[in-house]
């Protein structure tokens, strides 16, 4: 019964990621129409977008989750998500965008993407399978933008991006109906007391991740795999159809980053399970920052783009799975969902930055030059970060020293 329960919880968390997460990527397709349909340049909507992924940050549901459970919030989410792009269109503008694809989209996202439905998996899910789980669960995410892009693309061609966007609200709303898979109630201590951790009330275990130097290097490196996607997902479209590329082969590259990512997520969450998850997420920052150099160094053309939106796809969000699973591998499952919202929120302050500093530096400069060779620099520094962090499991009351001296 326990294992049918959390396959449940997979397949209906990785059906969630795969609408709520393909759906937001697709918003990078939609930069260039909706801001020529406004006249309101490319930084209202890329700060609409960046507002989206801060507010996508904020822990507050997780933790909202860990004191009631993960099913409602889903569920509530699902719903908002579909009202903000129903309302996209209505209330345009400047004004309207922030509120709708900004506030009410990034509220909805909080709900119904990697945070709160990972800590409903680690709830489920035992221990030695968490972070096998979190690569399936963060591999169908990237399918969603696989199958979602194109076919965004298609409809925006089709029918406008009004249109398009009343579709993509029909389809998110079905998550509501999924989230009747999730679990109705929050996590209790009796798995962590298993694996060895003493009981720890919130306040407790956030002192604990507080005076870990390691909680705070994963932290510092979500932030830049933020900068990284949110800018590559928003502003790559742009980007490539300003060297010439044409837009079906720069939505064509988004999706390749998707259907990569299916299978890097996939095998990283599987040798997460049995090699350091310090030294792969080492690993995978400095071979991004390898991968972006190479492709700004070489001609950008269709061919090029397609090759760098398969090669950053495969690295693309292969940290999730490898950085989740430190989390709970160090603090335990109870508070996971919290303590990795708080992680996840740095992510999104990197999200922030990555589109918004897009959209202001090219208006400012008319090129995304040094957007690109910051993402390069922040790489390799990530890489490095993550080699001190120790990942012993805090059980018997141990607690790492503190950052700094």
Request: aromatic share 12%; proline share 4%.
């Amino acid at each position: 019964m326990l294992r049918q329960k959390y396959i449940l919880v997979i397949i209906c968390g990785a059906l969630v990621v795969t609408i709520s997460m393909g759906v937001r990527q697709a918003f990078g397709i939609f930069l260039q129409p909706i801001s020529d349909d406004l006249g309101t340049g490319r930084e209202v909507y890329s700060l609409a977008i960046a507002l989206q992924n801060i507010i996508l940050g904020l822990p507050l549901m997780a933790v909202i989750a860990d004191r009631f459970g993960s099913r409602w919030i889903v569920l509530a989410g699902g719903v908002v998500y579909a009202v903000s792009l129903l309302l996209a269109p209505v209330i345009s503008g400047a004004a309207g965008l922030y509120l709708s694809l900004g506030l009410m989209a990034g509220l909805a996202l909080s709900s119904t993407t990697y945070v709160v439905v990972l800590g409903a998996i680690a709830q489920m899910v035992p221990p030695e399978r968490r972070t096998s789980a979190f690569g399936i669960t963060t591999a169908a995410g990237s399918l969603g933008m696989f199958l979602v892009v194109p076919a965004a693309q298609a409809m925006l061609s089709s029918f406008g991006w009004q249109t398009s966007f009343a579709i993509m609200a029909a389809i998110v709303g079905t998550i509501a109906l999924l989230a009747l898979g999730f679990p109705n109630r929050p996590a209790d201590d009796a798995q962590d007391i298993l694996d060895g951790f003493e009981t720890n009330s919130l306040p407790q275990i956030l002192t604990k991740a507080g005076q870990h130097s390691g909680y705070w290097l994963l932290n510092a490196g979500f932030f830049v795999c933020g900068f990284h996607v949110a800018f590559i997902a928003t502003h790559l479209p742009a980007f490539l159809a300003d060297q010439g590329v044409s837009p079906m082969a720069g939505a064509t590259a988004l999706a390749l980053i998707g259907l990569s990512n299916v299978f890097g997520s996939y095998l990283f969450g599987w040798l997460g399970d049995r090699y350091r998850k310090k030294t792969l997420l080492a690993l995978l920052y400095f071979t991004r920052a390898i991968v972006i150099a190479l492709f700004l160094m070489l001609p950008i053309t269709d061919v090029s783009s397609l090759i760098f939106g398969g090669a950053i796809g495969f690295l693309w969000l292969a940290t999730v799975p490898l950085t989740s699973g430190m989390v709970a591998q160090i603090f335990g499952s109870r508070y996971m969902t919290t303590l990795y919202g708080i992680v996840f929120f740095w992510h999104q302050v990197g999200s922030f930055l990555g589109v918004w500093l897009g959209g202001r530096i090219y208006d400012t400069t008319g090129s995304y030059n040094s957007v690109w060779i910051a993402a390069i620099v922040l790489g390799v520094v990530a890489a490095v970060i993550h080699l001190p962090i120790s990942e012993r499991p805090l059980t018997r009351g141990v607690v790492e020293k503190p950052v700094g001296p």
